[in-house]
């Protein structure tokens, strides 16, 4: 199949970049995946990657005595695979502007929270401590500034009485593994099209997130 190319980052598990899997499988996205690499050589989305034999590699963070050295052996990895778009799938940790530049407009993240808000680390906690009435996920494109790139989607789900933070993890990735695949698919069709200073999204400028709930998938 040809089409483009991506390179998926993981830290941990990896529900996202198996929902990416399945969903190529599934010849839902024009899309191939040249590498999965992590920081993280225990992570599980590296076992992800190996049983459907797509490339793999470690670049340990432990190892490196900086952050920029760690994203030179990072950028110098990615490189290889000339990938189209450079896809966080949970990948936790922060890149540098050297990496960000280099490959600008093209790295996409995906965050549990409506952005702009609740940027940073423990979003569910922190959005049923303020008693907010919904949560969701935004897929971004990622600049200098942490989960602050221009919003590309954005999904909500509804905090109930008696929710737990689990709860909402929960009914944020099932919205996180129907929402990542879609953007890819969208990307690999060039319905969607990320410039050097705009999205362009069916041939009209983006100017609000695309609301992902509204879609009829
Ligand atoms: C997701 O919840 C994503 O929003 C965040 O990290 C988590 C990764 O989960 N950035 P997984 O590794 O894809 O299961």
Redesign the pocket.
């Known amino acids: 199949m040809t089409g483009m190319s991506i390179v998926v980052l ?9 929902s990416i899997i399945d969903s190529i499988d599934a010849g839902q996205i024009n899309t191939s995946i040249s590498a999965v690499i992590s920081n993280n050589p225990d992570a599980f ?1 590296l076992t992800r990657a190996r049983n459907h034999a797509i490339e793999s590699r470690v670049i340990d963070h432990r190892l490196y005595d900086s952050r920029e050295s760690f994203d030179q052996a990072l950028q110098h990895c990615i490189q290889q695979f000339e990938p189209d778009y450079i896809v ?5 940790r922060i890149l540098g502007s050297a990496l960000i530049q280099a490959n600008k407009n093209k790295i996409l ?4 929270s409506l952005l702009p808000t609740y940027k940073g680390l423990n979003t569910y906690q922190r959005a049923m401590d303020n008693r907010e009435s919904e949560h969701g ?1 935004s897929i971004h494109i990622v600049t200098d500034e942490l989960d602050d790139g221009p919003v590309l989607m954005r999904g909500r789900y509804a905090i109930e009485r008696g929710d737990t933070v689990t709860d909402l ?1 929960h009914k ?2 099932r919205l ?1 593994h129907r929402m990542y695949p879609k953007i890819l698919q969208w990307l690999g069709e060039k319905k969607l099209q990320i410039g050097e200073n705009r999205v362009e999204f069916e041939q009209r400028t983006l100017q609000e997130p695309i609301e992902f709930n509204q879609e009829k998938i």
Do not use: D, R, T
């Open positions: 993981v830290s941990g598990n990896g529900s996202n970049l198996q989305g966080l799938a949970g990948f936790m993240n995906i965050h549990p996920v993890q944020g990735h996180e």
